[in-house]
């Protein structure tokens, strides 16, 4: 049995590491809420990343913040694609104000609200946007159609996870909801697909290349109306609003060009929340370009109390549902799914020359297909080499929007086209269909 000291020397090299390595964190949160002495506290580093700090003197060598991490080690032990599930199909809620404030059909507020309303749930952990205008408070809420809607500037959720909690749902990021799920709590998770999260300096970019001052930002929007919505950016002088469609703009180049993104994403291995009980997303490559389309969400339910509970809001009409194929699932998503479970072994890589912390992850699950390794470059060059020094990080926030949406379109196009004509998108559903769980009779 380790000695606390010898406890206490792993925790600061684990912590020393994620200094260092920012990309070694995913900026979940839970190694703050699981430690019992108030050694860590989550802040953020030079690039606005939400990282732990440690106060080694308040360590008291248990490890807990070690065993919560969500990113060193695969928690998916067999090679996944959009992870195990009973039934996919989408949906959209039935009231009228969650569709409107809604990202995609509402969905998540009518089921939260209803899980509330009908005492299955007493709390839903989220994040708000009530105490900041532009990065979110994780809270414990009772009432969730006031915060519907997108966050893409988002915060450290779990660090205000607290296990003795009963009766809960929370609606989870993946590498939060893999922080949760590994806690063994009956917390019923709702969980998000997601390719990156972002981090505060994207509205400061955004601010400053707009002319506009960030600390006059009022209130930010990142999808309303018909689907997928606008970008809109208020101001206390109304007269300096930003406002664009969220498809192909200038906002949507610099969210999706790793720029601003949390380092930790590029070492994700989880698009579709894997862990939850429920994931959602959007209906890409479908209908998006369909006049007055206001919207739906694509339903992907992997528990047998995840299908209870969905089967009775279906039956109470607190949603609507519709079919959708498996195939046009992984066509839509295909870049994103490429990127975490293809693109990763090229990124694990290039970390492994940096340092051998990730050396307990079994790259053997990942899908060693047709992979476009001067593509994947950009990803890696964007965000981990420009965050070499401060220096380098500063050129980027100085760079021309235009020129950020040239590279990142021309970007997605090439790999578009890369992808179309491989066989990844065939591979990818037939690793997708044997994830289908039979109902039990």
Not at 179 to 184: H, L, P, T
Not at 331 to 344: C, D, P, S, V
Not at 378 to 400: E, G, Q
Request: hydrophobic residues 35%; glycine residues 4%.
């Amino acid at each position: 049995m380790a000695s606390l000291e010898t406890n206490k020397i792993d925790v600061q090299k684990f912590h020393d590491e994620i200094e260092k390595y920012p990309m070694l964190c995913q900026s979940c949160g839970m190694c703050e809420a699981v430690c019992p002495s108030g050694a860590i506290k989550i802040s953020q580093n030079p690039y606005s990343q939400f990282v732990p700090y440690l106060d080694i003197d308040k360590c008291i060598g248990c490890t807990k913040c070690i065993k919560a991490c969500p990113v060193r080690e695969n928690m998916y032990k067999s090679t996944s694609v959009i992870g195990p599930y009973y039934k996919i199909f989408l949906a959209k809620s039935t009231t009228k104000e969650d569709v409107e404030n809604g990202s995609s059909g509402g969905v998540i507020t009518a089921l939260t609200q209803y899980g509330l309303d009908k005492g299955i749930f007493d709390e839903v952990l989220t994040q708000t946007s009530k105490d900041f205008k532009v990065i979110s408070t994780p809270q414990y809420i009772k009432e969730t159609r006031k915060e519907s809607g997108s966050k893409y500037i988002s915060a450290p959720l779990c660090s205000v996870f607290d296990r003795k909690k009963c009766n809960v749902v929370a609606t989870a990021l993946p590498c939060q909801a893999k922080a949760i799920k590994k806690q063994n709590t009956d917390t019923f998770i709702m969980g998000l697909f997601c390719s990156k999260l972002s981090l505060e300096d994207l509205a400061k970019y955004v601010a400053k290349k707009n002319k506009r001052k960030y600390e006059d930002i009022k209130k930010i929007t990142y999808r309303r109306g018909n689907w997928p919505g606008k970008f809109k950016m208020e101001f206390v002088d109304t007269s300096k609003n930003i406002e664009e469609n969220l498809n192909r703009s200038q906002f949507n180049a610099a969210y999706n060009s790793y720029n601003f993104s949390c380092s930790g994403c590029l070492l994700c291995d989880d698009y579709f929340a894997e862990s939850a009980d429920i994931s959602f997303g959007d209906p890409w490559g479908k209908k998006q370009y369909v006049d007055g389309y206001i919207g739906e969400t694509v339903v992907i339910v992997r528990t047998k109390r995840g299908m209870e509970f969905v089967e009775k809001a279906i039956e109470d009409n607190a949603i609507s549902v519709s079919e959708i194929d498996l195939l046009d699932v992984i066509r839509g998503h295909l870049k994103e799914i490429y990127n975490k479970k293809t693109a990763l072994l090229q990124r694990i890589n290039t970390f492994e020359k940096e340092s051998n912390a990730m050396k307990d992850y079994d790259k053997k699950v990942l899908i060693d297909i047709k992979n476009f390794k001067i593509l994947n470059k950009y990803s890696i060059h964007n965000n981990w080499k420009r965050r070499v020094n401060t220096k380098k990080y500063n050129r980027m926030m100085k760079s021309s929007m235009k020129v950020m949406f040239f590279v990142r379109f021309s970007h997605a196009f090439l790999l578009s086209k890369r992808l179309k004509n491989s066989k990844n998108l065939q591979h990818y559903f037939n690793v997708a269909l044997e994830e289908k769980i039979e109902r039990e009779k």
